[in-house]
């Protein structure tokens, strides 16, 4: 693997490892059920059995009979809850079935909850706990008998007459792809913890928004804003799994309020599967329409995805695959299936993982089909503006094929499928476009610099894992002039001024926009404190460290401390006032005056068994242009863990639902499947210089979620090349490489 230094003309900041890499490897990192309080009670969930019905009757008494068991919740007894209306995005409840019965509306729904003195207690008992239902038919999935249909197609992009140019194309393609059913599984499970002291809620969970979580848990309990506190200093994997409110913290929150005692509840893997939310399966019909020579005409991208019954959750990805390429003409259209289940939400890249999986699946067949170089067909199709005339504020999508095509080799491909070949294993090459919306939230910082020339950093952004921490400090360092040792930074608490919901890959643009607002007030106080225009302080030399120690003397202080706020292009007056109140103001991507977008190209080589059809990636190459890159390390360990994880929606990932009885039936890590390290090989990440400054003051595009957004289609081209076999539905296992 290469290891590029980071180079001073080229926008890449330093390779600084993690700020929190000595408290995580030593176990110091406080995870949400670390924290330790006073005499906790231990919380167990009952979930149920049936996807669609009624609780007849639950029976307690041997639960009751556990000993230390203190309180069984149910339906029954937690009517003082608050039903809080449903809201897509961050922060918003993440259903609105929020009920615990008795009325069941999916599969793994929330009945009761036990609570005891021990955490084995409080299983024993739940597992004693006796539920009747009157049970219903549920309707599981797509084709199952009872689903109902709902256009969605509010604002998604349309342009020209894309029906005639696909009527009177030269070269028509039409083809239909599929996804999965996928359960976010992030290490750290889902938890929360409550304690109560003189009618002040503090909650310890992991969030993707701490805002959000203080705001809906005082709407669900009923109590002021203000009388709640949540902290999540450290998240151990989250991917949109933990952004939302969910049904189990206003629970646990009354628990430990009736009780007088903070209660813990640690939900066990397979719970997990039912009580947050998960990625849900889609269909796609593709319609393209080129000329002879490869430009394309006409594009028509239909999706159809499954939702609950009352909630209109979507990810609409056409918002992204309509625009990718200079489309003459456009047309898209998204159906919502309302299903027995209960209401998906993000999961990483959550509208292009699927719509530019089809995408580029797409582009690759119309390649084979003009008998052209899929590269070759994407260059002819570059364009600066959409086919909506909406143009691009920087799109280095070409650069990134030609660094990454000249990595890996891809002049001496073959192009005849199955023509590459190394004793028993088929060779095959294939590529795929990686795209995702730059996304920029409003918000608010506070910054103090001390005379000894150390600074604290204080802003409710979250850290996933993903090195949050260490750009943020990066930016005060850079803004400060000081080291980075110098720095604190302190995140992911409520009583810190707020960041947005850390998703859509918007933290670090958010978040550095401003940190570095606050500090260029401090450069201000401290400038207007000397009679030079110099900017204070250097990273290194002690003679700015005197400049800095005589500034803070003349101006009779010890310490400047400034809060500022933030607010992005698109961002209404009252953006910040809603921001403390729990919605975030996210803009960006397609919805600004220009398309605002991180691209990639992602290469892929599979190796598939000529007897066994077992499939291998051995070598992956990903080249990623997204603006400034604040931390070379830490966004190459972004781009490596999301192309790993495109690998597993490509080969692995998939959550089996039974039709019969729309349940779960993998909702564990035996049996979903995920990639170990056997599976995954040479990852090489390039990293591409850019340069936006149109995006943010920063010029910083998200990465994060940018990564995982070509390798499913790529694998499946390699897949096509090596075998001459193209699967349109993920993943793609070993037995859809059996037939012909
Ligand atoms: Mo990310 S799926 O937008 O939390």
Redesign the pocket.
Known sequence: MSRAAPDPQSNMGNPEPRLDGRLKVTGEARYGSDFVVGNPAYAFLVTSSIAKGRIESMDLRDARTVPGVLEIFNHENTGELKDIKYAKGGGGPTSSIQGFGPQIQYGGQIVAMVVADTFEAAREAAHKVRVSYQPDQPSATFDSLGISEQPFNDGLPQAGDAEQAYGTADVQLETQYETPTQHHNSIELFTTTCAWRDNQLTIYEPS?FVYGLKANAAKKIGVNIADVHAVSPFVGG???SK?QFSPRTGLVALAARRLNRPVKLVATRDQGFTIQTYRAETRHRIRIGAERGGKITSFIHEGWEVTSRPDPYSVSGVEDSARLYGFGAVKTGVTLVHADRNTPG?????PVVPYIYALESAIDELAVKLEMDPIELRRINDASIDATGKQWSSRSLLKCYDQAAERFGWANRNAQPGSMRDGDWLIGWGCASAVYPTHVGAAAARVRLMANGTADVQIAAHDLGTGAYTVIGQMAAESLGIPLASVTVELGDSELPPAP?????NTTASACSAVMKACQAIQAKLTQSSDDQVTVGSASGDRSKLNLEDRFKKLGVGAIEEYAEYLPPGAKPDAMKNLYAGTPFLGGGSKGEKLMYAMGAEFVEVRVHALTREIRVPRIVGAFAAGRLMNTRTARSQYMGAMIWGISSALHEATEIDPRTARYVNDNLADYLIPVNADIQDVDVILVPEEDKFVNPVGVKGI??LGNVGTAAAVANAVYHATGIRVRKLPIRLEKLLAT
């Open positions: 993707q989250a991917f949109g952004a993000f999961m990483r890249s959550p919901v850390a998703g859509g890959s994060g979620e």
